[in-house]
């Protein structure tokens, strides 16, 4: 009787999936296991510059690259499909393209536009949510300013932007706007005092993962670029004029031909539809990255929930491409543990701290404890943002598609 390779199946080419392919396929050999990576796209995109190729000041081109690109394909099987089901008693896998069965199996579908049940926010809103409704958002917004530039009967409307949300994302494209609007109004010949960008945010605060300091920082910064923020102020729906937002208990439309949502995401929804206690697309993952009662399903990146703290202040960390690299790296090793008879060993996240860009030249952050604002924040950022390609591809990607 021959023996049977071990098979390790790959959901998904985000952060997460490929960090954990491109480094599983130097552990592993290749009589041993065999390798398989499912993603519905045959290229990776950097989902942490869709604010840049949302506003228009990246080209979406420079921030994908072919998934070919990094996995060893002597070693790797790699599969265009979308995900249909996952049976995670029969230990297979439906797709677009086969079904495909495995012996360990890593979830890393990434995430969704989340938009909390309000009305009208999936059809009227542009959501940023992967490279093509990116692409969408800038010619959409392309699109508005030279429809005013040559309209007979002007529609102020065309030169309005409202962005909901006030979290990392909505602040993030808010610069990246307020670096776009001005090449726009040249290029169209639009009068820049013309164009309203409106920020609005139900929380009482913005970006609550810093300090008032750096907060007010942001505001100071995009405010005097033109972008009007309503903090504490709800959207109750959304519909072909705008947003409907609630000021004291009294409901107003703001209007604008360019809404964008940029307020929440969630997981994937196959995960609802494969596992048990999953929220918004996340499930609980236990210390080495595998769920309840499934030791051979292990789930990383957007879908997962890892939590930390104590007792009642237990809290999943934030979704971010840094957790997600980390889980990934991980889990490449706990898998190589289990083909080696070694125990996986728990996860543990090492926090190198956190960058808000504000279009190219500026920004705020927190690093190895210290904050950081301006050109040293916008340095940091581009550092981050190279590195991880680095990590995934090696210096030759780096050089090629880094920001330097």
């Not at 510059?49 to 790797?76: F, M, Q």
């Not at 995430?111 to 059809?123: D, H, L, N, Q, W």
């Not at 040293?376 to 550092?383: C, G, I, R």
Request: one cysteine or more; a negative charge; glycine letters at 8%.
């Amino acid at each position: 009787m021959g023996f049977e390779r071990k098979k390790v199946l790959v959901l998904g080419a985000g952060y997460a999936g490929l960090q954990t392919m491109t480094k599983l396929q130097k552990l592993v050999s290749n009589q041993d296991v065999e390798l398989t990576l499912i993603n519905k796209n045959d290229y990776h995109y950097e989902s942490t510059w869709l604010h840049e190729t949302s506003a228009g000041t990246l080209n979406y081109e420079d921030a994908l690259y072919p998934i070919t690109n990094v996995i060893d394909r002597n070693k790797v099987n790699f599969v265009k499909a979308e995900v249909s089901k996952i049976n995670k008693d029969a230990k297979n896998v439906e797709t677009t393209n086969g079904v495909f069965e495995y012996d360990i199996l890593v979830v890393a579908l990434g995430f969704e536009s989340e938009t909390f049940g309000i009305e009208g926010m999936k059809e009227h809103a542009l959501q940023i949510e992967n490279i093509n409704t990116s692409r969408r958002i800038a010619k959409h917004l392309e699109d508005k300013f030279a429809n005013y530039a040559s309209s007979k009967v002007k529609d102020e409307n065309d030169l309005a932007i409202l962005v909901g949300g006030a979290g990392f994302t909505g602040v993030e494209l808010l610069g990246e706007l307020t670096e776009r609007i001005p090449e726009l109004c040249k290029k169209y010949g639009v009068d820049q005092s013309k164009v309203k960008i409106t920020c609005v945010e139900a929380a009482p605060k913005m970006l609550p993962m810093f300090s008032e300091d750096l907060v007010n920082y942001v505001v100071k910064y995009l405010e005097d670029r033109g972008v009007e923020f309503k903090i504490s102020t709800p959207i109750v729906a959304c519909n072909e004029k705008g947003f409907v937002v609630k000021v004291n208990d009294v409901e107003q439309t703001l209007e604008a031909n360019t809404a964008i949502w940029a307020a929440g995401v969630r997981g994937s929804k196959l995960m609802e539809e494969s596992f048990d206690g999953v929220k918004r697309g996340r499930i609980v993952v236990k210390d080495d990255l595998s769920i309840d009662n499934y030791d051979d399903i292990f789930v990383i990146g957007d879908c997962s929930a890892v939590m930390a703290g104590e007792g009642d202040n237990k809290r999943p960390l934030p979704t971010t491409a840094q957790i997600a690299m980390q889980q990934g790296e991980h889990l490449a090793k706990n898998i190589n543990n289990i083909f080696n008879g070694e125990k996986t060993e728990p996860f543990v996240y090492d926090d190198k701290g956190t960058v808000c860009s504000l279009g190219s030249h500026d920004g705020v952050g927190v690093v190895m404890g210290r904050e950081i604002t301006g050109k040293k924040a916008a340095f940091m950022k581009k550092v981050i943002d190279t590195r991880a390609i680095f990590k995934i591809g090696g210096i030759g990607l780096a050089y090629k598609k880094g920001k330097f």
